[in-house]
């Protein structure tokens, strides 16, 4: 395993405690001294505490981004000429999350519940979402309106809208299901939450977007 560079020990720092404190609750000291190195030199490779946080949210989202527009095609691409399945498409769209979170790299658990908080933040979601995830979510919304013909545009748009709300406390694993659940239920399971997501988002498609 690669020894990680001062940067990427800033970046993996960083990106660790935002998911945990938020923005407002992270100083470039903590940072640095979570990376055992010098203030001087987190603010030398990332500048302001801002641009740092930018950084980190950019740095996965390129690769998730990616890997769910890949998904999409490759599901398309062996749909043989048929209609793709509204589940084939849900499950476009969470399976790299899915497989996120199952990585042996620690990171990408911490990004995910930063993912949640900038989902659910009307001044980052602003900021970072449009050029991160956004671009790409009209080929889902086209994939979308293929397999629900006759749906309203406006109802597509929010059941997706619904869809993002549950996805971004799932990801979060606020430890609040675990709770209510008495311990039946594991916020940390996503293979559990990935499984009954896709069938209840797909009804839930199918009821709202039946069309006239």
Request: aromatic share 10%; glycine share 6%; with cysteine.
């Amino acid at each position: 395993m690669n020894t990680p560079t001062k940067s990427e020990r800033i970046l993996n720092a960083a990106e660790e405690l935002f998911a945990r404190h938020g923005y407002d609750g992270v100083t470039i000291r903590q940072i640095a001294t979570k990376a055992k190195v010098d203030v001087a030199l987190a603010s030398y490779h990332f500048g302001k505490k801002e641009d740092l946080f930018k950084a980190v949210f950019r740095r996965r989202a390129e690769i998730l981004s990616a890997s769910r527009r890949e998904v999409l095609l490759a599901s398309q691409a062996q749909s043989n000429g048929e209609k793709q399945t509204l589940e084939q498409i849900i499950e476009a769209f969470l399976l790299p999350l899915k497989l996120a979170q199952e990585s042996n790299d620690p990171g990408w658990r911490n990004y995910m519940a930063l993912l949640s908080y900038v989902m659910t933040s009307p001044v980052w979601n602003e900021i970072l979402m449009p050029t991160a995830f956004d671009i790409h979510v009209k080929e889902f919304i086209d994939a979308l309106e293929q397999v629900l013909p006759g749906a309203k545009i406006e109802d597509i748009h929010w059941c997706y809208h619904y869809v993002s709300g549950a996805l971004a406390l799932t990801l979060a694993q606020t430890g609040r299901i675990d709770r209510l659940s008495d311990g039946a239920c594991q916020s940390s399971d996503f293979d559990a939450a990935y499984n009954r997501m896709i069938p209840f988002v797909a009804a839930g498609f199918r009821e709202v977007c039946r069309g006239d």
